[in-house]
């Protein structure tokens, strides 16, 4: 199907709606340029979820077009004037993410203290229900970041003192916001010092090297090993309990 689309928008000269990618290779040249940039026209977005979009109605309620993911794959957009803004790369998308949260996040404020962000699927932490229950016995607050508006999960991640985290896509909140010491559950297949380590999901976590602090773990399997930042881990609990 083809939609003609005949007002006048700012595009962006690439769109995802995979949620890794539209943080690490959209989200940071979104902000910058809905605030020093459209004015006269909206800027046509497409976000990862429903949260997303209500992220950019209530921060820019008048600077953005919103177009579900579905309807742009069925339908063939055919925009008869646009303006094509230049695509950011991902350190300048990190970069411009964290200077323009900033003004938005208050960084005194704390929720908790202490917090763990998981999906809480065993497909990710094996023994995800031990880890669980172990950090709730520490003080732990538990978060799904599924369960949070966007607004308060970076405030969260923002603010809270010791912060531990699951991989993947859990883990690419805290690049968009966070400038304190964190940890993160990662694979043993992760103690790699050649290029590998900047493929897949390394590219993202790279960004902040020298912030975060591994706690490596044990592979409960190994049918992903080429990709080592989807590994399913085995977490070592008494391990877990000596450091907290």
């Known amino acids: 199907n083809q939609k003609i689309i005949e007002d006048t928008y700012f595009v962006l000269p690439y769109y995802t709606s995979v949620f890794g990618h539209f943080t690490g290779d959209l989200f940071g040249s979104i ?5 020093f940039v459209v004015k006269k026209y909206k800027l046509l977005l497409i976000t990862p979820s429903e949260k997303w979009n209500n992220f ?3 921060m820019y309620p008048n ?5 579900n993911p579905i309807d742009a ?8 004037n646009v303006m094509i ?7 300048q998308n990190y970069i411009l993410s964290n200077n323009i949260l900033n003004k938005y996040l208050n960084n005194s404020i704390h929720n ?3 917090v763990f962000l998981t999906s809480k699927r065993d497909e990710r932490i094996q023994n995800i229900i031990d880890v669980i229950d172990l950090l709730k016995k520490k003080g732990f607050q538990i978060i799904d970041p599924r369960d949070k508006e966007i607004l308060d999960l970076l405030q969260i991640i923002k603010s809270c003192e010791v912060l531990i985290t699951e991989k993947a896509s859990t883990l690419n909140n805290l690049h968009l916001c966070r400038n304190k010491p964190y940890y993160i559950f990662s694979s043993d297949n992760e ?29 409960s399997k190994k049918d992903k090993i080429l990709k080592p930042f ?4 085995y977490v070592d609990l008494d391990y877990l309990n000596n450091i907290f």
Request: hydrophobic fraction near 40%; proline fraction near 2%; charge should be positive.
């Open 31 to 35: 902000l910058y340029y809905l605030e």
């Open 56 to 58: 950019f109605l209530k």
């Open 63 to 67: 600077k953005v077009h919103l177009v």
């Open 73 to 80: 794959l069925e339908n063939n957009l055919f925009f008869k």
């Open 85 to 91: 803004l230049p695509r950011v790369n991902t350190i």
């Open 112 to 114: 908790s203290d202490k």
């Open 191 to 219: 103690k790699i010092d050649d290029l590998k380590k900047f493929t897949y999901a390394g590219i993202y976590k790279s960004y902040h090297k020298g912030l975060y602090v591994d706690i490596f773990c044990k592979n």
């Open 230 to 233: 989807k590994n399913q881990i």
